[in-house]
């Protein structure tokens, strides 16, 4: 989206952007050069599913770790609420660091 500028319309703690139904309208997802799949960042976006292997890694390092600390995520989602109910189990002291609610 070359033809777009750096805007500031105000503050989303949860990531989120205001968009112009204009803007919205003129997206364009950009395609992956290799494959031409939709090209989209390492990430699990809401509503995805996380990828097994990363599932595999997170379990793995819980099982060389002393403790858990959580910063930054309301746990609400069960993606990652998995793996401090997994500590949990492991009787691993677990904190969290976040602003607003989160899941206990």
Not at 10 to 24: C, K, M, Q, S, W
Not at 75 to 103: C, M, W
């Amino acid at each position: 989206n070359p033809a777009w500028t750096a805007e500031a319309h105000g503050i989303a703690p949860d990531g989120d952007v205001f968009l112009t139904d204009e803007e919205v309208q003129n997206f364009r997802v950009p395609s992956c050069t290799e494959c031409g799949g939709i090209l989209k960042p390492d990430v699990t976006f809401f509503g995805d599913n996380v990828n097994r292997d990363k599932v595999t890694f997170v379990h793995e390092r819980l099982s060389e770790s002393d403790a858990v600390l959580v910063v930054g995520s309301t746990l609400q989602v069960y993606s990652g609420y998995r793996f401090i109910l997994a500590a949990h189990e492991k009787k691993l002291p677990t904190a969290i660091i976040n602003i607003g609610p989160d899941r206990k």
